[in-house]
Nanobody, 116 residues
């Protein structure tokens, strides 16, 4: 079965960095677009970044452009989100998503807290 497991979240000071990982299994990872989303209480889940399957082309939300970088390692079935220059408004639970067979599969998320 499809499994997505996020890791790497934690508490970081404003201006700091974190690298999130999402380990995937149960599907042919290298053939699917992968995405990172985030959600804060009372708000809808929002797209942060996405990366295509083979060429690794990336798209970003305007709020994270120039600060976050999405990447993937198809040999390790893992997608990453490098987050630099973090701001308090980046505080959220971060999820990875895989769209497979008309369904969206989600991990359980990892909490990122940006605070001094």
């Amino acid at each position: 079965q499809v499994q997505l497991v996020e890791s790497g979240g934690g508490l970081v000071q404003p201006g700091g960095s974190l690298k999130l990982s999402c380990a995937a299994s149960g599907f042919t990872f290298r053939t699917y677009v992968m995405s990172w989303y985030r959600q804060t209480p009372g708000k809808e889940r929002e797209l942060v970044a996405a990366i295509t399957a083979t060429l690794g082309r990336a798209n970003y939300a305007d709020s994270v452009k120039g600060r976050f970088t999405i990447s993937r390692d198809n040999a390790k079935n893992t997608v990453y989100l490098q987050m630099n220059s973090l701001k308090p408004e980046d505080t959220a639970v971060y999820y990875c998503k895989a769209p497979i067979g008309g369904m969206d599969y989600w991990g359980k998320g990892t909490l990122v807290t940006v605070s001094s």
